[in-house]
């Protein structure tokens, strides 16, 4: 790890109230980084700046708007490390049932948004400093009825290696979960959620689904380590062995 690691970073986490996105800003912040969260509620914004504490900071934002988006980073000043952990819930179909509409949304969120957080945010990034992105694993391995979860995880994954050149010497990189524990299967029920935790975890050589904790790591370790740019850093347990 180059220079101090996270001692007095700063780190924006955006999607950073609950999920990957808050074990990300939890374990910065227990580095001794100062964290800034924003994210679209902003009771769940306030309640993990309270629980982190020391030198977090956070604000309600709707990272697909543009323009506030704009603001945000207008109004913040100079920073470290960007993280975009942002998204919503996701529904997966065979394509015949598929929402256009919600597949477009979809879209909007996790490649515009993280677009727009990058555009208006990397000017801000100092020396040394880096962006971490999110996919996912369903790029690499889609299951059935994964066609836009696919689709936008392809589509993150050439993102981060266009803006590694564009934006050098800035490090872009992401990382890619595999089913990790986490609200972004709330459009299922409760069932069908541990049905599916508990048959995908049997089926991964390391026994278990994933936790935020684990993947977070990851996020640390790329803005700290200080030489990968253009990466895409697989936590998923062995699901593209099997």
């Known amino acids: 790890m180059q220079g101090n690691g996270l001692q007095d970073k700063r780190v924006v986490v955006l999607g ?12 910065a912040a227990s580095q001794g980084a100062s964290i800034i969260i924003a994210s679209s509620d902003a009771g769940r914004v306030q309640k993990v700046v309270a629980s982190i504490g020391g030198k ?77 992105l999110t996919t996912g694993i369903a790029g690499q391995r889609p299951r059935k009825g994964w066609v836009i979860a696919a ?10 290696r266009a803006l590694a050149v564009e934006l050098a010497p800035i490090r872009v990189n992401a990382v890619s979960p595999g089913v990790v524990r986490t609200n972004l299967w709330q459009g299922m029920t409760v069932a069908e959620r541990e049905n599916l935790f508990e048959t995908v975890g049997k089926s991964l050589p390391v026994g278990r689904v994933g936790e935020p904790h684990d993947i977070a790591q990851a996020y640390l370790f790329l803005m700290q380590e200080g030489f990968s740019t253009g990466q895409i850093v697989v936590v998923d347990g062995g699901t593209v062995l099997v």
């Open 16 to 27: 950073g109230s609950s999920g990957i996105g808050l074990a990300v800003a939890e374990q």
């Open 56 to 132: 977090a900071q956070g604000q309600a934002l709707d990272v697909s708007d543009e323009r506030a988006v704009e603001a945000f980073f207008s109004k913040l000043g100079t920073f470290d490390h960007l993280v975009f952990t942002a998204g919503d819930s996701l529904h997966l179909h065979d394509l015949a049932a598929t929402d256009l509409q919600q597949a477009r949304h979809a879209f909007e969120l996790r490649y515009w948004a993280a677009l727009a957080a990058v555009k208006y945010g990397s000017p801000h990034i100092r020396k040394e400093g880096s962006i971490v």
């Open 151 to 160: 689709s936008v995880c392809g589509t993150i994954e050439a993102l981060t």
